[in-house]
């Protein structure tokens, strides 16, 4: 019965000689590239989660509008009349001079 035992031991572990054959043995290489690529999947999907991208884009726009109509005031268009209840003075700067009473 010595040799049907042994006969059986040898049969298991050819078997798993050959599974660990098929399964791929990756090099250093291969996984750095694996790697990187979950790394740029992993960034891709923080980005989506994120709505940072979709605030800079509004805000970009908005200065865009903003910058065309400050070009369009300058080029040329009628400014705004001044309302006749308000006065506008100016500050003076410097030295201010006073009467002095005698």
Excluded: C
């Excluded at 790697?35 to 884009?57: G, H, M, R, V, Y």
């Amino acid at each position: 019965m010595g040799k049907y035992t042994e006969k059986k031991k040898v049969k298991e572990a050819l078997k798993k000689a050959k599974e660990l054959e098929k399964e791929h043995i990756m090099t250093p290489k291969q996984e750095l590239g694996v790697q990187k690529e979950a790394a740029t999947l992993s960034e891709k999907l923080q980005n989506l989660l994120k709505p940072a991208w979709f605030i800079k884009d509004v805000h970009k726009k908005k200065a865009v509008k903003k910058a065309k109509k400050k070009a369009k005031k300058k080029s040329g268009q009628k400014k705004k009349k001044k309302r006749a209840g308000k006065k506008t003075h100016k500050k003076k700067v410097g030295k201010q001079t006073t009467k002095k009473k005698k």
